[in-house]
């Protein structure tokens, strides 16, 4: 009996302990699911939230589109929908519109010297003052940094077009107030018109555009309508810098040679390198416009070594074939003169080519001599130090002070070929060629013509001094293995 009593309190105890077992497990169980319920309500809020972010930032991005969000003006999307209704009403009623771009000039240097705080200060009130220049019918936008567009419509005239852009200048002109002192801005506009220069919404643009490089070309603070010259021009330039970013374009290039004779002696002192490109698709590019593309890309440094390199082999070998030319001449420009390693690379390639410095002539231009005088006189020493001859270009183009030209290591005085045209007919011309000479003698350098074309300039030119030149009398440029004793002899004949 007390067995069975003890077997059933035995089995009341397990069955409390593992009642009370359950009863903890489910209440684990109803804990959990309280967390896991409350995560998930945290996650569909964040989820809530989230969405609705997404759907503000939408909204703002929208909004962005359509409103500049510094000045609230039309942005992009929104100015090319306004326009698109310009040229519609415009077709319709068979009247005049016209889009302007407007670019403040040099406006980074402002943001890089007070700041974009500042800058953005600036366009908002530029913005304001650009309002005051339009009507309701008209449209002012922002695209992108300091850039402004303009629909006008109802143009009848280009004189208006032209009225209203003189207009947006004088608006800029006035003085702005930036950290408690004036300052002052100018801008270029670009203009387009329709239908002459473009009937739909992106002809218009791409043309306005065009028209503001070209008035920035021109010396910006100023105005220029689109002419399709200007887009021809554009084209050009941008394939021509394309192709001399391809080191493969210098295979067209060709180097011709110009004679300078001493008409005391007869003989041949110089031949000048003239470099020409045989572009595939534009035919004969002279060095002029191509220099001043690579110029602007960085690329006449490659250009430069080409030449001269070529240009010793080609004097070398004259050499070797009985023809002794005192030196040959190249024209250096200003970036030249300011790269630390072209006195390295001149060196170089004399030394490659075994050409004496002496025999080596470098043209300067007389107007890069008015920018930086103090480098370029550093420069010039520099070139002398290391042996060779140093020219200066277009004498007379320009008004370099004669205090400049006593400090430059000058050899030779070039007469720029505008006063030799006409010399023979023209006293002040021949007036300033005298000073030249003058000058030249007193600086103990030689003087030469440049650019003779008959035998009244050879004749006037001797009466004054001058005795060596260089022109179409004499030869015309003519590539090196051209230059035959047949042609010596000619020069030599034009020489008497």
């Known amino acids: 009996m007390i067995l069975l009593q003890v077997i059933f309190i035995a089995v009341l105890i397990a069955l409390g302990v593992y009642l009370w077992r359950c009863i903890s497990y489910v209440q684990k169980l109803k804990q959990a699911s309280l967390e896991l319920t409350g995560e998930l309500q945290q996650n569909i809020q964040k989820q809530q ?119 947006l200048l004088d608006a800029i002109a006035q003085p702005f ?59 050009r330039e941008l394939l021509l810098s394309s192709s001399l970013h391809n080191e493969t374009s210098y295979k067209n290039f060709s180097v011709f040679y110009q004679p300078r004779i001493d008409l005391e002696t007869k003989k041949i002192v110089c031949m000048e390198a003239i470099l020409q490109w045989q572009h595939p698709d534009f035919g004969l590019v002279t060095f002029e416009e191509f220099s001043q593309l690579a110029e602007k890309n960085n690329n006449m ?25 005192q030196a040959i001449s190249i024209q250096v420009s200003f970036k030249q003169l300011e790269n630390t390693h072209f006195i390295q690379k001149i060196s170089a390639i004399l030394q490659e080519n075994k050409v004496e410095p002496n025999n080596l002539v470098f043209e300067v231009t007389e107007s890069s ?73 007193s600086l103990q350098s030689t003087v030469i013509a440049e650019g003779v074309q008959n035998a009244q300039q050879k004749n006037a030119l001797r009466l004054l001094g001058c005795v060596t030149m260089q022109g179409e009398l004499f030869s015309h440029p003519v590539l090196a293995k051209d230059f035959t004793e047949t042609l010596v002899q000619s020069i030599h004949v034009s020489a008497e």
């Open 369 to 441: 001599l008015l920018t930086k005088i103090d480098m370029v006189e550093k420069m010039l020493h520099m070139l002398k130090r290391l042996g060779v001859q140093i020219a200066i270009n277009n004498v007379g183009a320009s008004h370099l002070q004669l205090q400049y030209l006593r400090r430059l290591p000058i050899d030779i005085f070039k007469i720029d070929h505008a006063l030799i045209y006409d010399i023979d007919t023209n006293p002040e011309s021949a007036d300033i060629v005298k000073l030249i000479i003058a000058l030249a003698k």
């Open 301 to 325: 440094i490659g250009i430069y070594e080409w030449l001269m390199r070529n240009a010793c082999r080609d004097f070398m070998d004259w050499r070797q074939h009985n023809f002794h030319p």
């Open 49 to 167: 939230e989230l969405t609705q972010e997404i759907t503000q930032l939408k909204e703002q991005a929208s909004t962005n589109e359509l409103l500049d969000p510094l000045t609230g003006l039309p942005g992009r999307k929104l100015f090319e929908d306004h326009l698109s209704l310009a040229i519609h009403q415009s077709r319709r009623h068979q009247l005049t519109c016209c889009v302007m771009f407007l670019d403040l000039d040099g406006f980074r240097i402002v943001n890089d010297a007070l700041g974009y705080d500042v800058g953005d200060t600036l366009l908002k009130e530029t913005a304001e003052r650009l309002k005051t220049c339009v009507r309701q019918v008209d449209t002012l936008g922002r695209f992108t940094g300091d850039e402004f567009v303009f629909i006008f419509s109802q143009i009848n005239k280009a004189e208006t077009a032209a009225y209203i852009a003189k207009r």
């Open 177 to 235: 107030m930036a950290q408690e002192q004036e300052l002052y801005l100018t801008a270029s506009v670009g203009i387009a018109v329709f239908p002459g220069d473009g009937d739909d919404v992106k002809t218009l643009l791409k043309n306005a555009d065009i028209a503001l490089s070209q008035a920035k070309q021109r010396g910006r603070n100023t105005y220029q309508f689109f002419q399709q010259e200007m887009h021809d021009l554009s084209r």
